[in-house]
């Protein structure tokens, strides 16, 4: 059972940064991937970043060299640190969490935040 809280709502001009936070209340059984996704108006969920158990990390072509997912595995808190953002990643941001390998792929995740909102101006 997985329960996930997203927070780090804000509002930045073109080049700043911001980060996010989720924090997970997790199975410590099982492993997991976690991840961050996005949605846009009016476009289809697409995923961010993802970071297994082992520590790796992949990202979306999109966001590579700008953002950055990490972990506090003591406090099980999943950041993901925006730098040099665009208008273009104005979106609701998601954490969520799987047990099967990573992927960018939203449908093979079952745990899902409620969303953040990110704006970029």
């Known amino acids: 059972h997985v329960q996930l809280v997203e927070s780090g709502v804000g509002s930045v001009q073109s080049g700043g940064s911001l980060r996010l936070s989720c924090a997970a209340s997790i199975d410590t059984y099982s492993t997991y991937c976690m991840g961050w996704f996005r949605q846009a108006p009016g476009k289809e969920r697409e995923g961010v970043a993802t970071l297994d158990d082992d520590g790796r990390a992949f990202y979306a072509d999109s966001v590579k060299g700008r953002f950055t997912i990490s972990r506090d595995s003591a406090k099980n808190i999943l950041y993901l640190q925006m730098d040099s953002l665009k208008p273009e990643d104005t979106a609701l941001y998601y954490c969520?969490?799987?047990?099967?390998?990573?992927?960018?792929?939203?449908?093979?995740?079952?745990?899902w935040g409620q969303g953040t909102q990110v704006t970029v101006s």
């Open positions: 969520a969490a799987t047990v099967r390998p990573c992927t960018l792929i939203a449908r093979e995740y079952s745990g």
